[in-house]
Nanobody
Framework: QVQLVESGGGLVQAGGSLRLSCAAS????????MGWYRQAPGEQRELVAQ???????TYADSVKGRFTISKDNSIDTVALQMNSLKSEDTAVYYC??????????WGQGTQVTVSS
């Protein structure tokens, strides 16, 4: 199993920045992708950004050019740098991992609130 712990959420004004971090433990050698998803009230959970062990990244169109996902060499720590935040970025942000054996694990979520 893989355990994920997120940190770094909070309240920020529109135009500001936040950095989220996700630390994995357990069978980290089995991790293939790490990603950030978000869910706003009344909305479906959506992919924000994802990175693979070999550094391939994917971003939602709504965050391209504003958010950057990065990892350490061993993918057991992943960060999401969020710049130029907008009110529509307000959501609970979840870290998710998928392993080489296609198992998925989720973190507990961290609240990001952007005030306009």
């Amino acid at each position: 199993q893989v355990q994920l712990v997120e940190s770094g959420g909070g309240l920020v004004q529109a135009g500001g920045s936040l950095r989220l971090s996700c630390a994995a433990s357990g069978r980290v050698f089995d991790i293939y992708t790490m990603g950030w998803y978000r869910q706003a009230p009344g909305e479906q959970r959506e992919l924000v950004a994802q990175i693979t062990r070999d550094d391939r990244t994917t971003y939602a169109d709504s965050v391209k050019g504003r958010f950057t996902i990065s990892k350490d060499n061993s993918i057991d720590t992943v960060a999401l740098q969020m710049n130029s935040l907008k009110s529509e970025d307000t959501a609970v942000y979840y870290c998710k991992t998928r392993t080489f054996t296609n198992q998925e694990y989720w973190g507990q979520g961290t609240q990001v609130t952007v005030s306009s």
